[in-house]
């Protein structure tokens, strides 16, 4: 199992239950969850192999921004 984390800027549970059908209908993804106590609002996705470009196609598509936390550390260093 593989996991990935992006920062979004999906701030409560109304903005959840709005991103929610979107995730859920990523195939290969088992679990997901939205940190939103954290200043990043880190949604962790795990999965057998992770297609990044869709995760963050699905958060789009819900009407948020999502950008995957790795690529995050590229950018500051």
Same mark, same amino acid.
């Given at each position: 199992?593989?996991?990935?984390v992006?920062?979004?800027? !999906?701030?409560?549970?109304?903005? *959840?239950?709005?991103?929610?059908?979107? *995730?859920?209908?990523l195939?290969?993804?088992?679990?997901? /969850?939205?940190?939103? /106590?954290?200043?990043?609002?880190?949604?962790?996705?795990?999965?057998?192999? !992770? %297609?990044?470009?869709?995760?963050?196609?699905?958060? %789009?598509?819900?009407?948020?921004?999502?950008?995957?936390?790795? /690529? &995050?550390?590229?950018? &500051?260093?």
């Open positions: 199992m593989k996991k990935a992006y920062k979004t800027n !999906i701030n409560c549970g109304n903005c *959840l239950s709005t991103v929610t059908p979107f *995730l859920d209908a195939k290969d993804v088992s679990e997901w /969850s939205v940190d939103l /106590s954290s200043k990043d609002r880190l949604l962790t996705v795990k999965a057998e192999n !992770i %297609d990044s470009d869709a995760v963050i196609k699905a958060v %789009d598509q819900a009407g948020f921004k999502a950008d995957k936390k790795e /690529s &995050l550390f590229g950018k &500051l260093f």
